[in-house]
């Protein structure tokens, strides 16, 4: 199996990476490609694997062709690649938005699977959530799966619009998170902790969090109202939360990310 990947930006490396350090692929059977010369020299160095500016050798090398572009870039990129691939053949697209049939009438080629991974990839960690079109071999199905599972964990979906839907929560998920970080660590600094320190808590605060809801099963509120005493400091803050109404301009802003998933694909 020779895979190519099309992209070299961030999702593009951290893919390519987890390839070669899970042995998905021999280096030799990896390839990808990019515009910008520096970044090719790069990965090439830091990877070992062939590189190229021409998205035309990729196809001409690959059974599987991995599209790790914008979505913005689709234009130029589906006029390059329109029917340039055979029947055997299959294509794993991330990008946000672009819907598989789209990928199919531009590429003029049927066997897509359509993605949706995130930046905790890059640790092994990612969540990917994925569809495959009709016409995707269950041979290619699991090689799919299989590529997923070499950067974290994955859930295939049987409706697209969940793709959308996954774009808005888990794609974009881990800014949500780190956004939270940010201004937990403002009001740290605020509160009179330095600048080192303040990482080591606000980190260690959302890792203990997080890996105590891994392992107990419990859901997020019974966590949360485990930590809330009648008249505590816990309470105070949820209280005020809830009276700027926090909880609905969260899930207003998720949605917003889910529409515009949806404005991407047009």
């Known amino acids: ?27 030799s059977q990896l390839i990808i490609s990019n515009r910008d010369e520096e970044k090719r020299d790069r990965v090439s160095h830091t990877l070992g694997i062939r590189t190229t500016g021409n998205n035309n050798e990729v196809v001409d090398f690959s059974d599987l062709i991995i599209v790790c572009i914008k979505p913005q870039n689709t234009p130029e990129l589906f006029k390059e690649l329109r029917a340039k691939l055979n029947e055997h053949q299959f ?7 672009i819907r598989i049939e789209a990928l199919q009438n531009e590429l003029q080629h049927k066997k897509i699977i359509r993605s949706m991974p995130n930046l905790t990839a890059r640790i092994a960690e990612g969540m990917t959530v994925w569809m495959a079109s009709d016409e995707i071999e269950n041979f290619q199905k699991m090689i799919a799966k299989m590529i997923f599972q070499s950067f974290g964990k994955e859930i295939e979906v049987f409706t697209e619009d969940l793709l959308n839907s996954a774009t808005a929560i888990s794609g974009t998920g881990p800014a949500y998170i780190y956004y939270f970080a940010e201004h937990l660590m403002k009001a740290a600094l605020e509160l009179g902790f330095n600048n ?23 859901e997020p509120e019974a966590l949360r109202l485990k930590v809330t005493s009648k008249g505590g400091t816990t309470e105070a803050a949820t209280k005020f ?14 949605k917003a990310a889910y529409e515009r998933s949806k404005e991407l694909g047009k």
């Open 1 to 27: 199996m020779k895979i190519g990947i099309i992209g070299c930006g961030v999702m593009g490396e951290i893919i390519a990476g987890a390839l070669v350090k899970k042995s998905i692929v021999e280096k």
């Open 91 to 97: 294509v794993i697209s991330i990008m946000a938005g």
């Open 196 to 218: 080192k320190d303040v990482h080591k808590l606000v980190q260690q605060t959302f890792k203990g969090a997080m890996d105590l809801w891994n392992e107990g099963h419990e």
């Open 241 to 254: 939360l809830n009276t700027a109404n926090v909880g609905k301009l969260f899930q207003d802003a998720v």
